[in-house]
């Protein structure tokens, strides 16, 4: 049973614009949250991350929210470049099971020059 | 360059046959991990090892097995007891024994295909 979903497997953007990935998680003991960037042929490079003792955390143009209330998490990005145009997967993982990060299915992200 | 390799990238072979996924880091990390993901899932754990001579089952360890005699490798075996061996297998590799934490590196990835 997937315990971290990305329920939207793909998302056009126009360049400029925001672009805002979501992800929902089941598992209560979840807490902390990680975003990765993935191109083809090319695996998965951190992002940005969040504690869940904080409910934003940002990065230059990215920007993390979480809800705990409502175990869910989403991604912005602003202004979206066509250089962002890969593959978000959402992980999570709770610290007593730190050597396990559950990962959600991904979101396609292409952002129209 | 520092990195993690996995080879090769793609992987054919007949069903009952094992078949053994390379994956070498030169990033001294600690920490190694093998994730497989299957269409419409996310990666799912199947074994880990946080030290030289040392590993623990995953998620879904049942019909893989691995070795850790150098710290530079982690090779995955898939064994014919494995029901669904068809999948995309990552590698990945820490510093510390945290998948957690943010220097955390994967490899490209293998896919095999049993026919």
């Known amino acids: 049973d997937q315990q971290v979903k990305q329920n939207s497997p793909s998302l056009s953007v126009q360049e400029g614009r925001i672009s805002i990935l979501n992800c929902d998680y089941t598992n209560s003991m979840f807490d902390y949250f990680l975003w990765y960037k993935k191109y083809p042929a090319e695996g998965p490079t951190f992002l940005i991350s969040i504690s869940s003792i904080k409910d934003k955390n940002e990065d230059g143009r990215f920007t993390v929210f979480l809800n705990k209330s409502a175990k869910h998490l989403s991604l912005h990005i602003v202004p979206s470049q066509p250089g962002d145009s890969a593959v978000y997967f959402c992980a999570a993982s709770a610290q007593t099971g730190a050597n396990n990060l559950f990962f959600g299915t991904g979101t396609r992200l292409t952002v129209i020059p | 360059d520092g990195g993690i390799t996995q080879s090769p990238k793609y992987l054919f072979r007949k069903e009952g046959q094992n078949v053994t996924l390379s994956c070498e880091q030169n990033?001294?990390?600690?920490?190694m991990y093998w994730y497989r993901q299957d269409p419409g899932q996310g990666l799912r754990l199947i074994y880990y090892s946080q030290i030289v001579n040392d590993f623990q089952k995953g998620d879904i360890a049942e019909g893989y097995s691995v070795s850790r005699e150098k710290k530079e490798s982690f090779p995955l075996t898939v064994t014919s007891a494995q029901k669904n061996p068809t999948a995309f297998y990552l590698c990945a590799s820490s510093i510390a024994g945290s998948i957690m934490n943010t220097e955390a590196f994967f490899g490209q990835g293998t896919r095999l295909t049993v026919v």
């Open positions: 990033l001294n990390h600690d920490a």
